[in-house]
């Protein structure tokens, strides 16, 4: 059973206090509240859907976050001076406080605290002693302040899991792609060994098939065994060649999986298909756009889920990755979408980015270039 993040326990518990509160003052408290009692559960209706819409879709830091924001503080504070005589209402001032972690930075936050303060205060102070509402201003001053720094302190260590996860994929991005370049390199190196045995022995074959084909009897029998010789040793020094070759073969199931292979959230399914087959240049590229796509689901998309998947379409090969994450209804590609975009095209392919549910990656390769066989096609 997958664990459920605290975030969301807390943010269920946040609901149900909430709800209990607006449907609790108008039975149990109906005298407490100095205006109608339709106004007020407007009032409150309107506090839950700004609620709502602040918690799923504000962003943080943006334009809508504070105007949702500064909606929700006057509404909390219609209803608290509403009702001043409901001694469990301020708790939604608490809530308020939490909520703004989210979205807003910390000097903002404290500025919150200090309005909701003041009116616990002024609510208290309306039908009780001065003394009454300075000590209800200390406490609630004190029940936001540990709200606040439980709520930050759940945040701080949320961004931290990312950055070790994005970090993560990075450094085993890097990995990958020495054992690409590592590869590579040792090809190179097999060729030159391939030109300098294989091309003295095929001299000596000919050699002897030359002599052989001028000579008669026992002497061209002798030239034609040395050539068979000759032959079964080229046959094995190729085989073990190819065989090298063949068990250095890159796999980007391999590479892939081992980008995200500690990432715990978002839960990320690799799916290569069997007739994929890509030489080290377009690995390099594949590999460094699962990189970034894995990278963005983990900071933006508070996705539960990825796919990555590479197909060969009709020898293209075409990598789709899509996440159940929030999506974008316009996507801005950042340096890290516009870097993919440049590899894939530097290679002829394509990049196309969906945000309509969910987010969506698609690139598109060109097959595999000549001279590059599949893991298959090798014996």
Partial sequence: MRRIDPEVWAGIAML??????????????????????????????AFVVVTGWLVLGAGFGTVRAYLLLATQVVLVGALVLGAPGAGWLPILLVAVAAVSVYVVPMHVTAVVVVVNVVVVAVAVGVRGSFTDAVLSGIIYLL????????????????????QLAAAHV????????????????????????LHDVLGHQLTVLALELETASHQEGERAREHVLRAKTVARELLGDVRATVGELRRRAPSLQDAIESLVERVLAPRVRVLVADDVVVDEEQTVVLVRAAQEIVTNTIRHAEATALTIEVVDDDGRVRLVAQDDGRGARRVEPGNGLR??????EALGGTVRVDGASGFRVEVTLAGAREGVLPREAVR
Avoid: Y
């Fill in 16 to 45: 149900v206090v909430v709800l209990g509160i607006g449907a609790l003052v108008p039975i149990a408290a109906p005298g407490a509240v100095l205006v109608p009692v339709g106004a007020w559960l407007a009032v409150f209706a």
């Fill in 143 to 162: 029940i936001q302040v540990a709200s606040v720094g439980s709520t930050f302190a759940l945040q701080r260590e949320r961004r931290m899991r990312e």
């Fill in 170 to 193: 990075e450094l085993r991005a890097a990995a990958v792609l020495r054992d690409v370049s590592t590869r590579s390199d040792e090809r190179l190196r097999i060729a030159r060994e």
């Fill in 339 to 344: 870097g993919i975009t440049e590899r894939v």
